[in-house]
T-cell receptor, first 113, second 113 residues
Framework: NAGVTQTPKFRILKIGQSMTLQCTQD?????MYWYRQDPGMGLKLIYY???????DKGEVPNGYNVSRSTTEDFPLRLELAAPSQTSVYFC????????????FGPGTRLTVL | GENVEQHPSTLSVQEGDSAVIKCTYS??????FPWYKQELGKGPQLIID?????GEKKDQRIAVTLNKTAKHFSLHITETQPEDSAVYFC????????????FGTGTRLKVLA
């Protein structure tokens, strides 16, 4: 199993550009999550999904969109990149409840200039 | 809103000594408390967790204690080794069934050889 994979690893965007961060898991997990990690801070939940076709907002959803058309994939879309979105983005997945281990991908480091 | 405070933010110990990291949570309904280790350039990885019906859990050199009355939980690492150097995050589940965690801000542990 590859676990949770994320692409790209690094990206530099100009203000106003858009991009999609890709996330795929091969563990047949129902739940998937997107977090951002700012320096010296913990992980903040952006969006999460409890199954294909079902998504919901986390703590910091503004400026992002998600979709979940399959169990495996959970892409994160930035429409109009802003410097405040400079961060490291982690995708995670878990089998079921809030008491299940969340498995994290390696992260995408995004810089918006 | 829900909050998890984590201390200290940095911790340096001599190899072989013990390290203790403490967290305090605010949501009295939290019932699951995982600890994650994040090595440089990688995503967080679960190292130990504890549920609210247990006061202590141990796995080789690491242990976690939970005091539900005081809303405190702590990570204890004994006989530290250089490979224990990493950033450690605590987390608390938010109201059971919401599939979400609140993360602490992290502790950078350095084990000096």
């Amino acid at each position: 199993n590859a676990g949770v994979t994320q692409t790209p690893k690094f990206r530099i965007l100009k203000i106003g550009q858009s991009m999609t961060l890709q996330c795929t898991q091969d563990m047949n997990h129902n739940y998937m999550y997107w977090y951002r990690q700012d320096p010296g801070m913990g992980l903040k939940l952006i969006y999460y999904s409890v199954g294909a076709g079902i998504t919901d907002k986390g703590e910091v959803p503004n400026g992002y969109n998600v979709s979940r058309s399959t169990t495996e994939d959970f892409p994160l879309r930035l429409e109009l990149a802003a410097p405040s979105q400079t961060s490291v983005y982690f995708c995670a997945s878990s089998y079921g409840t809030s008491e299940d281990e969340q498995f994290f991908g390696p992260g995408t480091r995004l810089t918006v200039l | 809103g829900e909050n998890v405070e984590q201390h200290p933010s940095t911790l340096s110990v001599q190899e072989g000594d013990s390290a203790v990291i403490k967290c305090t949570y605010s949501d009295s309904a939290s019932n699951y408390f995982p600890w994650y280790k994040q090595e440089l350039g990688k995503g967080p990885q679960l190292i130990i967790d504890i549920r609210s019906n247990v006061g202590e859990k141990k796995d080789q050199r690491i242990a976690v204690t939970l005091n539900k009355t005081a809303k405190h939980f702590s990570l204890h690492i004994t006989e530290t080794q250089p490979e224990d150097s990493a950033v450690y995050f605590c987390a608390a589940s938010i109201t059971p069934g919401t599939y979400k965690y609140i993360f602490g801000t992290g502790t950078r542990l350095k084990v000096l050889a």
